[in-house]
Structures are given as C-alpha cells and as structure tokens.
C-alpha cells in the first residue's frame, strides 16, 4: 500500500497568511494526487486533483503542486472559512490512500 | 444540484449485520464509478470499496473484503453497502462518493451515515 504522510498536522495561523502543506508518498505516483477541505461535521469538499488542477468552483487563493512523491497545497491569502482540516490522496493504485490530515486554525 | 444521501447507519452488536443505502440526485447515477469511505471517530479518511458504473467490477479494502459487499441499482439510483461480521473497528461515519471521470478523485459526497459497532 502507498502511504501518504502530510505535514504538518496542525498549523495555527492568521488570516491573510500564506499557508503551506505538504503531502509524501511513500513511491512516486505520478501526479495522481488530491487535495480535500473537511469542516467539522461535514463531508469532505475536493479542491484539487490531479495534484494542480483547481475544482471548478474553489477560490483561486488554492493552489496544488509537485509530483512523484512530493506535493504541496498552499492558500495564498487565508480566509475565515478555510479555517478546516485539509487531506491529500493519492489516486494511482488501489487501496486508495489519504494522508492523515492537517488542520487549520486560527491564531 | 448533484446530491448523494446515505442512510441505514446504526448501533449493531459484534458480529451484526448493516446495510447503508445511498440515494443520488441531480445527475445520471449510471454513469459513473461509485465508492464508500468511511472515517472512524477522529481519524483520518479509508477508502472501503468502488463499484463501476454497471456493476462490472468491484474492489474492496482488506480491513474489509469478505464481510462486505458493495451493488446498486441503476434503476432506482441508488448505491448499497452490505456489511456483515461487524467488529468494534468498523465504526465509523460511512460516505458515499462520486468518482469524477476516469480518475479516482472523489468530487461529489454524501453527509454520511454513522455505524456504531458496541454491544
């Protein structure tokens, strides 16, 4: 199975921050990569796919990058609702495999 | 508007049984590959099964292949998970998800259905 290891597990940080977070892959994947947004009680919301494609209607402050083992998730300017816990997942072979979150809150 | 609503969660006993059901609006159900993630109480997201679109292929998680078997019903566009030999393990709260395209990212979810297994 591929693991995915994020870093870091927990950011504190204030709005208008950039804010980065990385994601490992245990074997290189391509860019076969996800990244998710999870508020508290709600379903996860895909924001990037194919390690940096934008969702069609997610703001443009998210961006995604890399490839092969290394990725990163970056919100340009934090806003008060991306306050949240962030998981990336891997999608080049089965099982499919999340990393095990980073949150996000405010400072 | 794109929607997925599961049901069927519950409290089972050790060795119980569960069938969750998820219900899909808003767009057409027979084309697309279908998966269930669960996510246990605090943790991070697992991946538990997909079926394809007509119910071709399967595959399954090993926390849970033989105890659990995923179908739908392009009929009624519904998506079922049953789950059988239930262990304290597999509670969770369990979501149905829509595979976007040809890729395994997940770009529609349900709210999710809790199982509980306690006895």
């Known amino acids: 199975d591929i693991q995915m290891t994020q870093s870091p597990s927990y950011v504190s940080a204030s709005v208008g921050d950039r804010v980065t977070i990385t994601c490992r892959a245990s074997q290189g994947i391509s860019s076969w990569l996800a990244w998710y947004q999870q508020k508290p009680g709600k379903a996860p919301k895909l924001l990037i796919f194919?390690?940096?494609s934008l969702q069609s209607g997610v703001p443009s402050r998210f961006s995604g990058g890399g490839s092969g083992t290394d990725f990163t998730l970056t919100i340009s300017s934090l806003q008060p609702e991306d306050f949240a816990t962030y998981f990336c997942q891997q999608a080049n072979s089965f099982p499919l495999t999340f990393g095990g979150g980073t949150k996000v809150e405010i400072k | 508007q794109e929607q997925l609503v599961e049901s069927g969660g519950g409290l089972v006993k050790p060795g119980g049984s569960l069938r969750l059901s998820c219900a899909a609006s808003?767009?057409?159900?027979?084309?697309?590959?279908m998966t269930w993630i669960r996510q246990a109480p605090g943790k991070g997201l697992e991946w538990v099964s997909y079926?394809?679109?007509?119910?071709?292929?399967?595959n399954y998680a090993d926390a849970v292949k033989g105890r659990f078997t995923i179908s739908r019903d392009n009929a009624k566009n519904s998506l079922y998970l049953q789950m059988n030999s239930l262990r304290a393990e597999d509670t969770a709260v369990y979501y149905c998800?829509?595979?976007?395209?040809?890729?395994?990212?997940?770009?529609?979810w349900g709210k999710g259905t809790t199982v509980t297994v306690s006895s």
């Open positions: 079926i394809s679109s007509s119910s071709s292929y399967t």
């Open positions: 194919a390690a940096s």
């Open positions: 808003g767009f057409t159900f027979s084309d697309y590959y």
């Open positions: 998800a829509r595979r976007k395209g040809y890729f395994y990212y997940m770009d529609v």
